[in-house]
């Protein structure tokens, strides 16, 4: 046991530190979430003005949707730096080493961990700079962070069993497309009642939706609200489900 | 030290790369494993050291049987692949520096290993520069030093000289020959005939997954009526050239779109 927490510090050590090297690499995953929140805020801060539209504006309306993209964006890194492993053969060296393979992969989802929090952060403080309110306190901020970490490492986990089922870099890297559809089909620019039928219903197939709607709640409504405890259930699940599938890919990945 | 019997491995597909080898190493000797390109040399080394899942046959490496304590074996072993496998993002220093925590070694006995691995191979001016920034010849001498951080009983080497130039070649052929001097046992897999002659004990021959003749280089020339090893060589193992199979173990991510 205590070989195994050393083996999975150890190996998180490694990984953290791939985040910042290259320092520029941070950059694109925390750009586009800010681009947008900024553009969004002003352009269709008349949304908020219909009816259907919580009591809110419209930045904190969208203020949870730039903390969750700059998560989700960087989350797929995980799948990009595992493929460059395995192709350039050093994850084979790790194979051969006398430590448990479930090290390797939480080394990797704690680097995961590791990146949502410090993003998070990043976009939290320029979120508190232009005044977007927190109802729910520090304790929603935290339970916030709790959701983006289990989100993140899920889908991380996501782009590692494309990196050990494919084992193609080109392919692991263009997976970052997929972000787009889950995040867009969902509650992400407007409430429900403002959607489409078809973009409603499409919406509540999405589990991104549940997420989002959970992180809203703590930043707009208050603890009362049901989606808090539906955003946790569904990164829960999710999580669980995903790291199963992770591990399976790795007993495939060894032929 | 290595005792492997009747080691098979058929790829998904049908493909025999390896087709019942049958072979000891002892305590201490310097084995080579020759055979030309496709002979099935590194599906046999990758089965050793358990990269590669074999089909059936056992194979013992210091006592423990690789099916049951592969952990056992992974503590005894160092492997310095074909594909030098480097952490681009770090520098040499904190490779070996990670390798020997995973090997769980004491901090002071690291650094001690660290300082005497980089002086071994020759990189202690740039052991603190980023793996990214090393000439080929400086990524096989770390990867070889890599592979001895946690000081193996048995070095598996695959081509461990392959694209080097005669000058890194010499140097590499000095550091294996000290270390086998100091009791290490080595498997090494190579092409190059003058590799095998000038530091293998003995020498195993492979062609088309099965092994076509073993021994000393003295038995060998004596049993073959050779003046050389590479005469041997032509003689036993035919040329498969635009015959070889691809590599099975390769995913094939265009396998659903042709036809």
């Known amino acids: ?255 | 030290m290595i005792d492997v019997k009747d080691l098979k491995k058929t790829f998904p597909g049908g493909v025999e790369a390896v087709r019942g080898v049958t072979f000891q190493v002892k305590r201490g000797e310097f084995f080579g494993f020759l055979g030309p390109n496709g002979a099935g040399k590194s599906t046999t080394i990758n089965m050793l050291v358990g990269l590669v899942k074999k089909t059936s046959g056992s194979v013992v490496i210091g006592g423990h049987d690789l099916d049951h304590k592969p952990i056992e074996i992974y503590k005894q072993i160092g492997f310095a692949m074909q594909e030098i496998g480097l952490d681009e993002t770090a520098t040499a220093r904190e490779m070996l520096q990670l390798h020997g925590r995973l090997y769980h070694m004491p901090k002071v006995q690291i650094e001690a290993q660290i300082e005497k691995l980089l002086k071994l191979v020759e990189l202690e001016k740039v052991a603190d520069r980023y793996c990214s920034t090393y000439s080929g010849g400086m990524r096989r001498r770390f990867d070889l030093a890599l592979s001895l951080i946690h000081e193996p009983d048995v070095l598996f080497l695959d081509e461990p000289t392959q694209g080097l130039d005669p000058h890194a070649r010499q140097l590499i052929w000095g550091h294996l020959r000290e270390l086998n001097a100091m009791g290490m046992t080595i498997f090494l897999t190579t092409h190059f005939m003058d590799e095998a002659e000038t530091l293998c004990h003995r020498i195993a021959m492979m062609d088309k997954g099965q092994i076509v003749t073993e021994g000393t280089l003295e038995e060998l020339l004596a049993k073959h009526q050779a003046k050389t090893l590479e005469e041997i060589f032509l003689s036993t193992t035919g040329s498969d050239l635009g015959q070889e199979d691809v590599n099975p173990n390769a995913p094939d991510p265009y396998a659903r779109t042709r036809g």
């Open chain 1, 1 to 255: 046991m205590r070989n195994f927490v050393s083996d999975w510090f150890y190996l998180s050590a490694r990984c953290t530190k791939q985040i910042w090297r290259p320092l520029l690499a941070l950059i694109p995953s925390l750009f586009i979430p800010i681009f947008f929140f900024f553009v969004n805020a002003n352009s269709l801060g008349a949304i908020a003005k219909s009816p259907g539209f919580p009591n809110v504006s419209y930045r904190d309306f969208i203020a949870p949707v730039a903390m969750f993209t700059a998560v989700f964006f960087s989350a797929g890194n995980a799948g990009i730096e595992m493929v460059q492993d395995i192709s350039n053969g050093y994850f084979k060296k790790l194979m051969i080493m006398p430590i448990n393979r479930l090290a390797i992969l939480l080394g990797r989802l704690t680097e995961v961990a590791i990146q949502a929090v410090m993003q998070g952060l990043i976009v939290l403080v320029l979120l508190l700079a232009v005044g977007v309110n927190f109802r729910t306190g520090f304790f929603g901020i935290i339970s916030i962070f709790v959701i983006l970490i289990l989100f993140a490492m899920a889908w991380s986990c996501v782009s590692m069993i494309a990196a050990l089922r494919t084992q193609n870099a080109r392919l692991v890297q263009s997976m970052f497309v997929i972000v787009f559809p889950f995040l867009y089909i969902t509650t992400s620019q407007a409430p429900k009642s403002l959607l489409s039928p078809t973009f409603r219903v499409l919406s509540s197939y999405n589990p991104v939706t549940y997420v989002i709607e959970g992180v809203r709640a703590l930043v707009i409504s208050g603890w009362s609200d049901p989606a808090i405890p539906e955003a946790f259930a569904t990164v829960v699940v999710l999580f669980l489900i995903l790291v199963v599938f992770t591990l399976a890919s790795f007993q495939k990945a060894m032929k």
